[in-house]
């Protein structure tokens, strides 16, 4: 069993900053990337940020240089810090961890339960 538990999330005020965080835990050999997406009501899922194994982090235009994506390896861990917050980013975010599993040694998508941000104008 994999688990992924994520924390953060809340009510803010346009121009705010929010933190979310998002943990692996199980029958994990390797967290390979860890990252974001998020799901607007009437909208589709889309990408927010993703960080790989190397550390290299991939945003989506609607974000870069707003949020930050950083993780703990030893934790298996992943923090998204959102700053400059729009009504816009209004969704329910969800973590997404692709782990090698300790047991059969394939790579699998494991999602968190999502947490909800809501920016007010």
């Known amino acids: 069993q994999v688990q992924v538990v994520e924390s953060g999330g809340g009510l803010v005020q346009a121009g705010g900053s929010l933190r979310l965080s998002c943990a692996a835990s199980?029958?994990?050999?390797?967290?390979?990337?860890m990252g974001w997406d998020r799901q607007a009501p009437g909208k589709q899922r889309e990408l927010v940020a993703t960080?790989?194994?190397?550390?290299?982090?991939i945003y989506a235009e609607a974000v870069k240089g707003r949020f930050t994506i950083s993780r703990d390896i030893a934790k298996n861990t992943a923090y998204l810090e959102m700053n400059s917050l729009k009504p816009e980013d209004t969704a329910v975010y969800y973590c997404?961890?692709?782990?090698?599993?300790?047991?059969?040694?394939?790579?699998?998508?494991?999602w968190g339960q999502g947490t909800q941000v809501t920016v007010s104008s």
């Open positions: 199980g029958s994990i050999l390797r967290v390979n990337a």
């Open positions: 997404n961890v692709h782990a090698t599993r300790i047991d059969s040694r394939i790579d699998y998508d494991y």
């Open positions: 960080i790989t194994l190397g550390g290299r982090p």
